[in-house]
């Protein structure tokens, strides 16, 4: 009896002198240290080059690559974009031919200098490997499709397409990571991860790379940008969400370069030593029909669809007010291209009139029924790893059952989602409609309407996307890719009409960004439209934020579980006293023969 | 005895075998495939056939499944277990980063969750049905009823954001630590995954303890002891012994499931091991990695359940009877 009342004693106190020992020495850090930013990534991109990052880091994953690696512009976000490593590109009359000149004296991370030669030989490389690196190679291959790449002296080179690339600067010269031809030439299996370290020209080198676990990167002294404002940036990666925001809250990172959920913004824009700053990576959450699938078919029924989901009540709802209504034109009104924004039209009266007038009558259930009886019943397929998604679709089952229309949601897992979303060659897929979630380089890309919309063909993505097909879309589309921006801009606004009136695609939302950090570590975070705050700009010297950050106003209601979290401690805390105190009164000897 | 040997390794090599033949089908059952993760959602549409056959050119995986079900097998005989898509490095490689930290962790957690499980379950017995057998009958039950990450997030709470005693994250100490105190920092770190696992791991122990103690204090050679005059610790002594069996039994088993179940915790906690690497696998369909991990895991609990075999003849000596005189 003696015996096993001391075993817990002793392990308590054991457990108690370890807590001791390990307690972390607070304030040790000295000014002249380096100065280390630690930021809590999503999820690990093997060894950061174009060839085989996994998108674990989504939607990061791009900003992530350049920060070792740089473009010939920046930022794909702009209308204009900055002249990077390019000093700058001038195209022939009818811009099929860009005569791109250099920033000269700049070097790779291990020291060989930046020439002609490497862009020429990056545009061919990605040519060779189009399927390696399709987010990237796409742009090279696809549209607008490569030529020839010529080196013309060794800080110039001339690339030539075969069809007007008047966006050039922006697509691929805005997004292109550019490779060193001395490392790259002698890789014929560019997925493949060997144990070397990238080499690019960005601000930062990574020093090392430690599967599923972390990144260590350091500035580039030497970048022709000038020195990063940060020496060294320490990258764990945390895939679970509470688990980075607690790590932030702790003071074990910086920075999450995640968007901050909904109903944390409030608390963390209150807590002290933590910033919030708000700043849209253009994301998106839509709905897409399967166009090739009765009756989602049917223009009228996708439309009424639309008209009865009310965009802004998703938002107040599901978002908590952090976020901005569906656009029906899809392009996200921060884009550069958004053009006349046309917003979202919530209209259940006129919804119920046109399945009325399209011959689709409700049974007895309510649920409104086709011309051969089958019920107006869509499933829709929701990533499990979209918790957000999965409530507003639930909330959209509530508003589209007013108008006869029944919304099922299904929740899979990626591959899953991504297996049942196609169909073999010829075939037509067999899913209703699906949620999904995109960022910037959907809306910044002038192309993308091309890409998602264009019907199936030998360039886009066509039926891959909604199988939706529209002869005078096509028209318009070809003929944008091959314009000057002021000219698109006026193509891209018939377009955007037409997906509104189609709506082959409804835009639920746009989430605005919301990125915590601690001012205490690393200051000089800017929001960059297009990219949030974890960005190379965001550690540049002529574009930081070396002033005071501004933060989220404060808005709604504050979360409860902060309280339910408390509550739940105290409990544990509190039936932990009762035991001890009832242990207490026991009389230890009264146990059997004792 | 040889005899009851050699029938023993037929059983396990038939199990291998089995084992060898599910570890191929049952990842390629799942739908989709290796492409469906390697290119993002949305530019997966850029692929022509002849692109996509491409890629699953690359890993092998547009042979016909006879041929790659040869290459597999022919892989294990050679122990060349492939390359891994998600990756990009051999299997081994990958499986060797993690398997250190999976050892430690599940490994620590079996035995915490063995030593403390027993005790609690045995102390349990011998005072059963009284407040403190019903006490900490009700917080075993409580404390196992709770899903592994929510007690992952309370300790995450109380422990580091709140008392800042350890950390959130992670396995490995910082970059610049080195020596003895880092391995106080892995420590450090490996506390609070630890006990979130253990807390997971206890409750059947304790149960199955329990239950067994109480089952041989019902013996009659308790009752004997007892009319001998043998009270408390010489009493307890003998009947704890025997109620040791079974206890082994569910520890040993717990070990398989542990490590595929730690998954979550590897999750809450951004612990590098084994269960994790599944999680991950499983989601890009990495054929090769899975394949490896669960051979590992399945030699793991044969491995297991063989210790086991040796381990019952010094626990309770009527096992080492001869089959025949048991027949």
Do not use: C
């Not at chain 1, 004296?105 to 060989?112: A, L």
């Not at chain 1, 509190?574 to 207490?584: D, E, M, S, T």
């Amino acid at each position: 009896m003696l015996r096993s009342r001391l075993v817990p004693r002793s392990v308590l106190a054991g457990l108690a002198l370890a807590a001791a020992l390990f307690m972390p020495a607070a304030g040790a850090q000295e000014p002249e240290q380096p100065r280390t930013v630690r930021i809590a990534i999503s999820g690990y991109e093997n060894n950061i080059t174009p060839f085989n990052v996994s998108f674990g880091a989504f939607p990061v994953t791009h900003d992530l690559m350049h920060l070792v690696y740089d473009s010939l512009f920046w930022s794909q976000a702009k209308l204009e974009p900055e002249p990077w490593l390019a000093e700058r590109a001038t195209p022939n009359e009818d811009f099929t031919e860009w005569t791109v000149e250099l920033r000269p004296g700049v070097r790779w991370h291990d020291g060989e200098p930046f020439t002609a030669e490497d862009v020429a030989f990056s545009f061919d490389y990605y040519e060779r490997f189009p399927e390696l690196s399709g987010r990237y190679a796409h742009h090279v291959f696809d549209v607008p499709p490569l030529e020839d790449a010529e080196v013309i002296d060794p800080q110039t080179v001339r690339l030539t397409f075969r069809q007007p690339a008047p966006q050039f600067p922006i697509m691929p010269g805005a997004d292109l990571p550019i490779i060193p031809e001395h490392i790259w030439s002698e890789i014929e299996d560019p997925g493949t991860v060997d144990e070397e370290l990238p080499i690019g020209t960005g601000p930062f080198k990574v020093t090392e790379i430690e599967p599923d676990q972390r990144y260590v990167m350091e500035a580039n002294p030497q970048y022709f940008k000038g020195r990063p404002l940060v020496d060294r940036i320490e990258m764990p990666i945390v895939e679970d969400p509470s688990s980075a925001f607690q790590a932030l809250r702790a003071g074990e990172i910086d920075q999450v370069a995640r968007n901050l959920p909904p109903e944390l913004v409030n608390q963390f824009a209150d807590a002290s030593g933590l910033e919030v700053l708000e700043g849209t990576r253009f994301e998106s959450t839509q709905l897409y029909f399967n166009a090739r699938r009765a009756p989602w078919s049917d223009p009228a029924v996708r439309k009424a669809i639309s008209l009865a989901i009310d965009s802004q009540q998703l938002v107040d709802q599901v978002l908590l007010g952090q976020g901005r209504e569906g656009n029906d034109g899809f392009i996200h009104p921060d884009s550069p291209w958004a053009g006349e924004n046309n917003g979202h039209e919530s209209d259940p009266q006129r919804a119920e009139r046109m399945l009325e007038e399209a011959g689709y009558n409700a049974g007895s259930d309510g649920i409104r029924r086709d011309e051969r009886g089958r019920p107006l019943s869509l499933e829709v397929l929701i990533s499990s790893f979209d918790p957000l998604g999965l409530r507003a679709v639930e909330q959209v089952a509530r508003q589209v059952r007013r108008i006869g229309v029944e919304v099922v949601p299904v929740a899979l897992d990626p591959a899953t989602l991504r297996d049942r979303r196609q169909a073999p060659e010829g075939e037509a897929p067999t899913y209703d409609a699906y949620l999904s979630t995109l960022e910037t380089h959907a809306h910044a890309d002038p192309d993308s309407l091309y890409y998602f919309f264009h019907s199936p063909g030998e360039k886009g993505f066509g039926a891959a996307i909604t199988g939706w097909s529209n002869a005078r879309f096509d028209e318009l589309s070809e003929r944008a890719t091959a314009q000057p921006p002021q000219q698109r801009q006026a193509l891209f606004d018939q377009m955007q009409s037409i997906l509104a009136e189609e709506a082959p695609v409804v835009v639920l939302w746009y989430p605005d960004g919301n990125y915590a950090y601690r001012p205490a570590a690393y200051e000089g975070w800017i929001s960059d439209p297009g990219h949030g705050i974890f960005t190379k700009r965001s550690f540049l010297p002529a574009y930081a934020d070396t002033g005071a950050a501004s933060t989220v106003e404060d808005v709604g209601e504050s979360s409860v579980w902060p309280w339910v979290v408390v509550g739940l401690v105290a409990l544990v805390v509190l039936g932990g006293i009762v035991a001890v105190r009832r242990r207490r009164t026991e009389d230890p000897e009264e146990d059997w023969g004792g | 005895m040889l005899r009851h040997a050699g029938r023993t390794i037929a059983q396990y090599g038939l199990v291998v075998a089995a084992i060898v033949v599910l570890n191929f089908a049952l990842p390629r059952l799942a739908p989709g495939d290796a492409v469906d993760y390697l290119i993002p959602p949305e530019q997966a549409g850029t692929l022509t056939v002849e692109q996509r056959d491409r890629i699953l050119s690359q890993y092998g995986l547009d042979e016909p499944v006879p041929v790659q079900f040869e290459r597999y097998v022919s892989g294990l005989v050679t122990g060349d277990l492939q390359s891994s898509i998600r990756y990009g490095q051999p299997v081994v490689d990958v499986i060797g980063e993690r398997i250190g930290w999976t050892v430690l962790l599940v490994g620590g957690a079996v035995m915490l969750a063995m030593l403390i499980g027993t005790l609690l379950g045995f102390r349990s017995a011998w005072r059963r049905g009284r407040r403190s057998d019903v006490g900490t009958l009700s917080g075993v039950m409580l404390v196992d009823s709770m899903p592994p990450f929510f007690v992952g997030m309370l300790l995450i709470l109380v422990f580091s954001v709140a008392l800042g005693w350890f950390p959130v994250f992670g396995a490995l100490p910082g970059t610049e630590i080195a020596g003895l105190s880092a391995i106080g920092e892995i420590l450090q770190r490996l506390v609070l995954p630890l006990v979130t696992l253990t807390l997971a791991a206890i409750g059947p122990i304790y149960l199955v303890a329990r239950s067994a103690l109480v089952s041989e204090l019902r013996e009659d050679y308790v009752l004997m002891a007892r009319a001998k005059g043998l009270v408390g610790r010489a009493v307890r002594r003998h009947a704890q012994r025997n109620a040791l069996m079974p206890v082994v039994t569910i520890g040993l088993l717990e070990v398989g499931a542990l490590v595929g179940g730690a998954a979550v915790v590897e999750t809450v906690f951004s612990y590098p091991g084994l269960g994790r690497l599944i999680y991950e696998s499983v989601l890009a369909r990495d054929y090769p990695v899975l394949q490896g991990v669960f051979l590992l895991l399945a030699i793991g609990v044969i491995l297991a359940n063989l210790i086991g075999d040796l381990l019952y003849p010094l626990l309770d000596p009527r096992v080492r009877r001869p089959p025949a005189a048991a027949a």
